[in-house]
């Protein structure tokens, strides 16, 4: 029942904004809520004893094979943690946007969260679609309402993009449901069984609607705009978090649905995954906005992570998802550091920053701090992430992981190219900024300090990863 | 059957209190009655009187459970028309005694069990329409819908006749279950038969609009007053399904015949689909996303199974709520803009009226098929049935259009939702406010409860 209690509290928390709406204290109230989700996260970490946890299982509507059932492995609490740690972060960045009607959006944002909890809970797989496409409702409301230029177009086409790939998920997903023997929970896909020929194509069917979340290349026409126009919030809701629903959608849903087409087609993705990293990779060096910047290694380190994924050994398992976690903090770092620039220089665009080291040395540092973990030095989390990918690839083919290492040079290139802009150089412009305040540190350095902690002693996110990805591995044909 | 002859006496009554002047207790009647014949079907009173019928109607679960639906959808567009004519003092009694003839005609179609009934249903329901399309004098657009409506239905029920014709010709009776059991017998090899079945198809597919005998609908879904155009899209809909479902339940269909319907399907999902993707008008958005809706119908109604009955209802049910209100709100914004239909008069909606910005919204969720309004597990339930069946490209094919669909209700819910500083203030009457809530929480109720919207 613990579990229910993360789909409460947000939905709770989320209505009475709604309703009472507490300008001043909203994002206070706000904050509370996702802290107490944290507790009960946390909670259920502690007395997490392995295996496959149901917490609630109320028959809903049996004739359509749909059960209210809640409940989580160790890669879904791994998920769940990624939650509850990312929003409170996100929650937080709210003090330095300074958003129209607060209580709306904190509101939108708890909504987002309550939804999300739900997809990484359900263990019945309409549960999960329902929860899945609920979460993009408030992101849409989010982008329309607090988006910048040419949000209208924008976030209709985001919308439009992520429901194709979400039909075709339906299509999928019915299609499994109506095979004999299955009764609609999240395990039964693993026993499904299916004609191989079947299996190629609904592959397809399944994937695409992660495959667009993720994004991978050519799926990920709607990201970078999207990233732009969206509030800074709202970009780190899809760039921490809900991009992570991809790979959980991938490892909860393709990879046990349809195992024969996955391997089928595991050539393909993972070169398609690699492609895009890398041609992501080239792009961020070209960039001159750091939203823009972030929008395209997040898509770079996406690509790392599905390839890690499809490379379907113990190593690129858990790494990917290891890495996932990496990612969320690093990207929510990233973010709030563009965030808290833009704040003080009024713009994101790096041509009219420089030199900003003498100005604010804090920030420098922790700025500095965040793009060594974006670079995967060791020590650093991404480190541990990107290692185990690097070796799951070698077990497919050492090419693949030349491909991916070349992202992590390019990577070092553009993040250090980016801090050199940003940070260092002649303080040309004069501007007159402050340095990192009591609200920058209460951000960054726990997002800094997890990095560390989990670079060092990533044992306890490992463990939990470690059972589910010999069990996935056990389906390998 | 007590309440078929409660909702004629209705009528009649409906008539006569036009005659004496009585406008204002018109309504209050018109309700009481129609509640008292709910209260008559679900009590499930006097069903069966074969002696009266002949065996020509049969009121089983199936034909009951779509007669209450329609006395709801009426009841609910009844209470509509109380704001809708307020300002009206002329013929409002013959309009809702012709809805309520057009309702007798339409309870009948859902309890046939003979084809010549079928016929004489059909009639009923649609010469009262003909007349109500014309309810705006004074419009020529309304004019127009009436004509043209006529025109091409007596055409459809010519075909219509000429195929329950031939089918008799073929099998020697107008019994349902005398005309399936040649079906399974003789099938595809009896010409006549075939033809006859092809031709008392095209007369039902007139009716619920499907391509290629759709072209009737738009002019006359947006030249009708809303409330006729309502009054359409859910009782004559629903009817029509009813009829639809009753007359090829039990029916092997021979392969030709079967083809065509599914291709007719196809057609239907991208036409409607694909045309109202253009559309800028409300009114004529919904006509063309009531095609579209039709073709998600047709292949719940391709795919027969234990099962299928009850989609079709909560699909037929949870489309009216959702329309109803829409058309409300389409006249709530149309009195605001002084007659404008324009998706941009929904612009600012939000801001001067919260609730039913969101009330929209939710409704057009519901259209579009978004989880937690019962749109999207109506949506599902006919997926399932049809891939149940084997439609494998067919189900793809509406599941893209489906998307489609999203994108075109969507757009409406963005203009919605968009700030307009100098938008216009939007007037709502208590009763409009209480329907429209209504349909608001009703198709999330019946999204999380679906199972009290069972036949």
């Known amino acids: ?477 | 059957m007590s309440a078929l002859i409660l909702l004629s006496v209705l009528g009649v009554v409906l008539m006569f209190m036009g005659l004496r002047g009585m406008r204002d207790k018109l309504l209050p009647v018109a309700v009481a009655g129609l509640l008292g014949a709910l209260a008559l079907l679900v009590a499930g009173r006097g069903l069966e009187w074969p002696v009266l019928t002949d065996g020509m109607m049969r009121f089983d679960g199936y034909a009951l459970g779509f007669s209450r639906a329609l006395v709801v959808f009426t009841l609910l567009l009844f209470l509509f028309a109380i704001d809708y004519y307020s300002k009206v003092r002329e013929n409002v009694a013959e309009i809702l005694a012709l809805m309520i003839f057009a309702l007798v005609g339409a309870v009948v179609m859902a309890g046939y069990t003979n084809l010549l009934v079928l016929f004489l249903a059909v009639e009923v329901m649609s010469i009262p329409l003909y007349i109500l399309a014309g309810g705006k004098r004074d419009s020529l657009r309304s004019g127009e819908a009436s004509i043209k409506y006529f025109l091409q239905g007596s055409f459809a029920s010519g075909f219509f006749l000429l195929g329950i014709a031939l089918v008799y010709g073929s099998c020697a009776s107008f019994d349902l279950a005398t005309v399936q059991a040649h079906a399974a017998a003789a099938g595809a090899d009896d010409r006549l038969f075939l033809l006859g079945l092809f031709f008392t198809i095209s007369g039902l597919a007139f009716k619920v609009a499907a391509v290629p005998f759709h072209f009737w609908s738009p002019d006359v879904y947006e030249g009708s007053p809303t409330l006729i155009t309502a009054y359409m899209n859910t009782v004559v809909k629903t009817a029509a399904f009813a009829a639809f479902y009753r007359l090829i339940e039990h029916m092997q269909l021979p392969f030709a015949v079967h083809a065509m319907l599914l291709l007719m399907t196809a057609c239907t999902l991208l036409l409607g689909n694909l045309v109202a993707l253009r559309q800028t008008h409300f009114k004529r958005l919904l006509a063309y996303s009531a095609i579209a809706h039709t073709g998600f119908l047709m292949l719940a109604l391709l795919s027969p199974g234990p099962r299928t009955p009850d989609v079709l209802y909560y699909y037929l049910v949870t489309y009216a709520l959702a329309t109803v209100g829409l058309f409300i709100v389409l006249t709530i914004t149309k009195r605001a803009s002084r007659g404008d239909e324009h998706i941009r008069t929904f612009r600012g909606m939000f801001r001067t009226a919260p609730w039913v910005a969101i009330v929209t919204m939710l409704l057009l969720l519901s259209l579009a098929g978004i989880p937690l309004t019962a749109g999207f597990l109506a949506k599902y339930r006919v997926f399932m049935l049809s891939l149940e069946a084997g439609y494998l490209w067919t189900t793809g094919l509406a599941v893209l259009m489906a998307l489609v669909g999203i994108y075109y209700y969507v757009i409406v819910i963005r203009e919605a939702f968009t700030p307009q500083p100098d938008a216009l203030p939007l007037r709502v009457s208590t009763v409009n406010w209480v329907l429209i809530s209504l349909c608001g929480i009703a198709v999330v109720l019946f999204a999380v409860m679906p199972q009290w919207l069972a036949l």
């Open chain 1, 1 to 477: 029942m613990t579990a229910l209690l993360l789909l409460l509290i947000p939905f709770v928390t989320a209505t009475l904004l709604m309703v009472l709406r507490p300008t001043e204290r909203a994002r206070g109230i706000a904050l509370g809520s996702t802290l107490a989700s944290l507790a009960v996260a946390l909670v259920l970490w502690a007395g997490f004893p392995g295996g496959t946890v149901t917490d609630l299982h109320t028959a809903w509507l049996p004739s359509i094979a749909l059960d209210f059932s809640l409940g989580h492995d160790g890669i879904g609490l791994l998920m769940l943690l990624l939650t509850s740690v990312a929003f409170p972060f996100i929650i937080g960045a709210g003090y330095g946007e300074r958003l129209r009607h607060p209580s709306l959006v904190n509101a939108l944002l708890l909504y987002t969260q309550c939804f999300l909890y739900g997809v990484f809970l359900a263990q019945n797989v309409v549960l999960f679609y329902i929860f899945y496409e609920l979460s993009l409702i408030p992101v849409f409301f989010l982008l329309l309402y607090w988006g910048g230029e040419h949000r209208r177009s924008i976030t209709v086409r985001f919308f439009i993009y992520t429901l194709l790939g979400g039909m075709a998920l339906l299509f999928g997903i019915v299609y499994c449901l109506v095979q004999p023997g299955m009764d609609g929970s999240m395990d039964a896909l693993g026993r499904l069984q299916l004609p191989v020929g079947t299996q190629t194509w609904l592959f397809w069917a399944l994937f695409l609607a992660f495959a667009i979340k993720l994004p991978i290349f050519p799926f990920h026409g709607w990201q970078p705009d999207t990233y732009t126009v969206a509030p800074m919030q709202g970009v780190m809701v899809l760039a921490a978090v809900m991009l992570k629903m991809g790979l959980y959608g991938v490892v909860k849903v393709v990879l046990p649905a349809v195992p024969d087409g996955a391997l089928y087609w595991q050539r393909t993705v993972i070169v398609l995954s690699l492609v895009g990293a890398v041609y992501a990779a080239i792009i961020a060096l070209r960039q001159h906005d750091l939203r823009r910047l972030i929008a395209y290694s997040s898509m770079s380190h996406v690509g790392v992570m599905c390839a890690g994924l499809f490379a379907w050994n113990h190593f690129g398992l858990t790494g990917a998802l290891f890495q996932a976690l990496a990612h969320a903090v690093l990207v929510l770092a990233m973010l709030y550091i563009t965030g808290a620039l833009k704040e003080r220089t009024g713009t994101s665009g790096m041509g009219a920053m420089g030199g900003l080291k003498l100005r604010m040395p804090r920030l420098a540092v922790l700025f500095m701090l965040v793009v060594m973990n974006g670079i995967s030095l060791p020590l650093f989390q991404s480190f541990v992430g990107e290692w185990l990918v690097f070796n799951g690839l070698w077990e497919v083919d050492r090419w693949l992981t030349f491909m991916a290492v070349t992202t992590i040079v390019l990577g070092a290139i553009y993040m250090l190219y980016a801090y050199q802009r940003v940070m260092l150089g002649p303080d040309k412009w004069q501007l007159e900024v402050h340095d990192a305040g009591l609200r920058d540190h209460l951000v960054l350095v726990p997002l800094i300090a997890i990095t560390l902690v989990l670079g060092a002693y990533p044992g306890p996110i490992l463990e939990l990863v470690d059972g589910p990805a010999l069990t996935l591995l056990s389906l390998f044909p």
